[in-house]
């Protein structure tokens, strides 16, 4: 069955009138479910916001309809829920690209030399196939061509660069740098300078044939936790052809109900049989947080290692799924290195209801990036901006000037949810009176990020435990 074939089948996805094609024993069932679970999460999770974002009009996080641009001209702040941990450096901008009928061109306007922006290219699998922007292609802008992986035309001489998705459906997540609250309508303007259409209409040629007319289904509560996920697995799946690396994985995937723009009907299933794919699920979860806990927390895992290309990747879904996990459309190293402060220097969970802490970077040692590095604060326990009486979220490079500076020349920053001595308050960035994590994001991290000479300092509990 060919793509269109299949795209005019979608609606049927979710039928619970047919049944699915399980062959395999209830043994093999939960071995396979396991890595159905860590493979499909994240393109289950990018089909949440594709939804919300693109599909339903009545949604309070909706951006634009398929192959428009929607901007965010705004600084994310602690009543922002859409998105769990928040970037509030760099206002957003969204294109979800519908590739089947023709590519789309996306063209960016030349812009300030010192001020960073990019283009981040994401697939269905939630794979960074390309980037536009400061690193990748400059601060002059361009027009530039997103073609699908059936489109066969050739590039037009008006086309700076062709780069290409390998599903139906991708993601174009701008970020424009934002220097304070004075400069957003500066972004504004930038942004208004972000244009995308059909390559039919910047040629102008008679536009192709529409793709057919998708039924995009409605995601359900708690579908990324439970068998559900597969049907809505196999709804995205049809957006995105087989690749040659993964057809014997999809083979197996294939014995419990898994393949591409099929039903996937769990009232057909026996008891044995939904049992084996919860109980897959829930090894594929308890793998997770044991990863998580022995390698990402102790940061022998970096974001850098969770995304980025097929070939970066090489196959290890589990990685796919830690970084769709913990905050899905990562960027790749090369372009940002994310460093998680989940617990202290002894290795315990930080919690700002018992403990206050420092984080001290030496004389000479900040964060070496060619762009700039911010360390933002999130609640524990939703993953949301913290709301305090400065309604501080963040302290990044670009308020060094106003910070004060140790007397051998060293940085320390106050991590608590009570403000410090006065003198001390304009290095606090205030955390929950509970569970808490930082993010200490490096866009154009320096060479001495990625090999590891620069050494992340490590938040330090200021004793006595608070009462």
Do not use: C
């Not at 963040?394 to 060293?410: A, E, F, T, V, W």
């Amino acid at each position: 069955m060919n793509n269109r074939m299949l795209l005019t089948a979608l609606s049927l996805t979710l039928s619970t009138s047919a049944w699915a094609d399980f062959t395999a024993t209830a043994q093999e069932a939960r071995s396979i479910a396991k890595e159905a679970y860590l493979y499909g999460f994240p393109m289950v999770e990018m089909y949440k916001t594709l939804y919300t974002q693109a599909v339903d009009k009545k949604s309070p996080n909706f951006k634009a309809p398929f192959n428009q641009i929607g901007n965010t001209a705004k600084a994310f702040t602690a009543k922002d829920t859409a998105f769990v941990t928040p970037n509030a450096d760099t206002p957003y901008s969204f294109i979800w690209m519908d590739l089947r009928a023709e590519p789309l061109v996306l063209t960016l306007p030349p812009i300030e030399e010192h001020r960073y922006y990019s283009v981040q290219l994401i697939d269905a699998y939630t794979l960074n196939f390309a980037y536009l922007g400061t690193r990748s292609t400059g601060n002059n802008g361009g027009n530039f061509m997103i073609a699908g992986p059936d489109w066969q035309g050739q590039q037009p001489l008006k086309i700076d660069r062709l780069l290409r998705s390998e599903s139906n459906i991708a993601y174009a997540l701008y970020r424009t740098q934002l220097f304070d609250d004075k400069d957003l309508d500066k972004v504004k303007d930038i942004q208004k300078g972000y244009k995308v259409e059909p390559l039919s209409r910047y040629v102008g040629h008679k536009a192709p044939a529409a793709a057919p007319k998708v039924d995009w289904p409605k995601p359900l509560p708690g579908m990324s936790d439970t068998p559900d996920l597969f049907r809505y697995l196999n709804f995205m799946l049809a957006f995105a052809p087989a690749q040659d690396v993964e057809k014997d994985l999809l083979a197996r995937f294939k014995t419990i109900g898994i393949e591409a723009g099929k039903p996937f009907t769990l009232t057909t299933l026996t008891g044995d049989q939904r049992k084996a794919l919860e109980d897959g699920i829930a090894d594929a979860k308890a793998e997770f947080e044991q990863f998580k806990k022995d390698q990402v927390d102790t940061h022998q895992v970096s974001s850098g290692d969770l995304f980025g290309t097929r070939d970066h990747l090489k196959g290890n879904y589990l990685y796919r799924y830690a970084g769709a996990n913990m905050g899905i459309f990562g960027n790749s190293a090369e372009e940002a290195n994310y460093i998680g402060y989940f617990v202290d220097k002894d290795g315990q969970p930080v919690d700002a209801s018992k403990h206050d802490y420092t984080l001290h970077f030496d004389k000479g040692a900040l964060p070496p990036a060619d762009a700039f590095w911010s360390l933002t604060m999130y609640n524990g326990k939703n993953k949301l901006l913290v709301a305090n009486p400065l309604n501080r979220y963040l302290i990044n490079s670009r308020m060094l000037p106003g910070l004060k500076l140790d007397s051998d020349g060293g940085l320390t920053l106050y991590v608590q949810n009570k403000a410090p001595a006065k003198d001390l308050q304009s290095n606090w960035l205030p955390a929950p009176n509970g569970p808490f994590y930082g993010v200490l994001r490096l866009y154009l991290p320096k060479p001495e990020v990625v090999s590891g000479q620069w050494k992340m300092p490590l938040l330090t509990p200021v004793t006595p435990q608070k009462q």
